[in-house]
Each structure stands twice: as structure tokens, then as C-alpha cells.
């Protein structure tokens, strides 16, 4: 079953949460499983993984407050929310935000 574009907006309007894909190179999967992080398989690109972080309202404010956006791209997101090495292998971010807006770094 693929989760749509649509599915990721209503299930953060429903919990309130902002929902940040990050879509990680595959040569880096022994990492993702030695950091323990969930992921899985990219529905649209099989040589990525993606991994889902949720933040609160509160996490989110602080995320912004440390991650400038006019100047971050993906791999800065992915230092931040992941790990430096990790962040290295980030292709992708996309943000879901509770009130149905997208920002997406690629």
C-alpha cells in the first residue's frame, strides 16, 4: 500500500505534529541500523531509504530556532535531526506541517 501525498497531509492535521521525511542514500542502511532508526524502502525510488521523525509543537519551535532556513538544504536537516555522518547521505527532506503546508529541501 503507498502513502500519498494527501494520506502524510491529513495525518498531520489529525495529530498536530509536523511529520519530516528524510530520504537517506541506501549505501547507508548498516548506519541507519547501528543508530537504530526506523526506515524504510522510498515507495518511488528504490535505491533510497526514508526515515520519519515526528515533532511536537514545542520540538518544532526549537528545531526552528536552530535550523535557519533561508540558509539550510537537506544534508543541514539531516546533521541536525539525524547525525553528522548520516546527514551526509540525505538526498531529500520534506516537512508536513499540521496546518497542510509543505517545505520541501531537495
Known amino acids: 500500500m503507498t502513502t500519498t501525498q494527501t494520506d502524510r497531509r491529513k ?3 489529525k495529530s498536530g505534529t509536523y511529520d519530516i521525511y528524510i530520504e537517506i542514500d541506501c549505501d547507508c542502511q548498516e548506519l ?11 515507495e518511488d525510488d528504490d535505491t533510497q531509504n526514508e526515515v520519519c521523525i515526528s515533532l511536537d509543537a514545542g520540538e518544532w519551535e526549537g528545531f526552528q530556532a ?9 544534508q543541514t536537516i539531516g546533521h541536525y535531526l539525524l ?20 517545505i520541501s529541501f531537495s
Request: charged share 30%.
Open 11 to 13: 495525518d498531520v492535521q
Open 32 to 42: 541507519l541500523d547501528a543508530c537504530g532508526l526506523d526506515y524504510k524502502q522510498c
Open 66 to 74: 536552530d535550523v535557519n532556513f533561508n540558509y539550510a538544504d537537506e
Open 83 to 102: 547525525n553528522h555522518e548520516l546527514g551526509e547521505y540525505v538526498t531529500k527532506v520534506t516537512i508536513y506541517k499540521p496546518n497542510g503546508d509543505i
